[in-house]
């Protein structure tokens, strides 16, 4: 039997969550055991082609009920989804290539595109990270730690 490289990584249902590549250092996330796919908030979402080649541009708020420290970014289209939610209502998404840090470990992560201002959360992890040897721990939260005070007030509106 081949043992795995590394340890599996306990996680809560919720967990800050850091994206370099788009200049994000603290984001909340759901763990979501029930999307495939990760999730993330973003607006303005324009494609194009540059040398041949499908990119998107759009615009992220990291924070809840506030526009600071808008992030807009361009990356390459990794692909393009058809997701249900939770509701039954199905969108085609775009999906880019992200690099997302959960509790210290950064993974790569497939992440679709969607608005989800009225949603609780900027974003959702899903299965196909947590696959990367995390468990969740539902009864617990934010084991990697909280984000630094003025972070979390900024994420609540202050």
Known sequence: MVEPSHSNTIVGWR?????????????????????????????????????????????????????????????PVHDRRIVRSSSGHTEERIVVLLDVVLRGRSVKAEVTLTNRDEMGFRMLIGREVLRQGFVVDAARSFTGGRAPRGIRRRNRGR
Do not use: M, N
């Not at 763990?31 to 990119?55: M, N």
């Open 15 to 75: 967990e800050w969550v850091g994206l370099p590549g788009v200049g994000v250092p603290w984001i909340k996330a759901k763990i979501d055991t029930g999307a495939r796919t990760s999730s993330l908030h973003a607006f303005d979402i324009v494609e194009f082609r540059r040398r041949r080649r499908h990119f998107v541009r759009f615009g992220i708020h990291p924070w809840q009920d506030t526009d600071e420290d808008l992030a807009v970014v361009e990356f």
